[in-house]
């Protein structure tokens, strides 16, 4: 009998941590919309905006890529032809080819005056040594980090935003 409950505290246990490892403890954001206005409403976009944490630019899609050379190739484009700012998000960033081009241009403009904020996911770009991060900001570029590790969900991220900006 002593067994068997050693058995099932057991169990017990490896049921509680795989649920705390899936994040079934971690505090998840509540959301209350009310009063939007319609989508044919004028100040619809500018709600929706508002609602994402998004800005109303005067931009234009331009072409739409697949391929990932190309991807990179056109990102690195718009990069070196930035006259003002750049306002960068990544959610995964390794070491290599691509991420050292890719701060070669941020640094190029930095020190061509361009205002450059850089925000990326901590846990999508956590193989990225923080000398890394560190030469970007030695060139004005100010970089942030969202979905911080969490002791309350250890092998997923809670959503907040850490920047320096």
Same mark, same amino acid.
């Given at each position: 009998?002593?067994?068997?409950?050693?058995?099932?505290?057991?169990?017990?246990?490896?049921?509680?941590?795989?649920?705390?490892?899936?994040?079934?403890?971690?505090?998840?954001?509540?959301?209350?919309?009310?009063?939007?206005?319609?989508?044919?409403?004028?100040?619809?976009?500018?709600? #929706?905006? $508002?609602? *994402?944490?998004?800005?109303?630019?005067?931009?234009?899609?331009?072409?739409?890529?697949? %391929? /990932?050379?190309? !991807?990179?190739?056109?990102?690195?484009?718009?990069?070196?032809?930035?006259?003002?700012?750049?306002?960068?998000?990544?959610?995964?960033?390794?070491?290599?080819?691509?991420?050292?081009?890719?701060?070669?241009?941020?640094?190029?403009?930095?020190?061509?005056?361009?205002?450059?904020? #850089?925000? $990326?996911? *901590?846990?999508?770009?956590?193989?990225?040594?923080?000398?890394?991060?560190?030469?970007? %900001? /030695?060139?004005? !570029?100010?970089?942030?980090?969202?979905?911080?590790?969490?002791?309350?969900?250890?092998?997923?991220?809670?959503?907040?935003?850490?920047?320096?900006?």
């Amino acid at each position: 009998m002593k067994t068997l409950l050693v058995w099932l505290g057991g169990l017990a246990l490896i049921v509680v941590l795989f649920w705390y490892l899936r994040g079934a403890f971690r505090r998840r954001p509540q959301y209350r919309l009310k009063n939007l206005p319609s989508p044919a409403a004028g100040s619809f976009v500018a709600a #929706l905006a $508002a609602l *994402s944490d998004s800005f109303l630019g005067t931009g234009q899609v331009t072409d739409f890529w697949v %391929e /990932a050379e190309a !991807i990179f190739a056109a990102r690195l484009g718009a990069i070196r032809s930035a006259q003002r700012s750049i306002e960068f998000e990544t959610y995964i960033m390794t070491p290599g080819q691509r991420s050292d081009d890719l701060a070669i241009a941020l640094c190029e403009r930095a020190e061509a005056g361009v205002k450059i904020h #850089l925000i $990326a996911d *901590s846990y999508g770009a956590k193989s990225l040594s923080p000398a890394y991060w560190q030469r970007l %900001e /030695a060139f004005g !570029i100010e970089v942030g980090f969202y979905n911080p590790a969490s002791w309350r969900h250890p092998l997923g991220a809670c959503g907040a935003i850490i920047a320096n900006y």
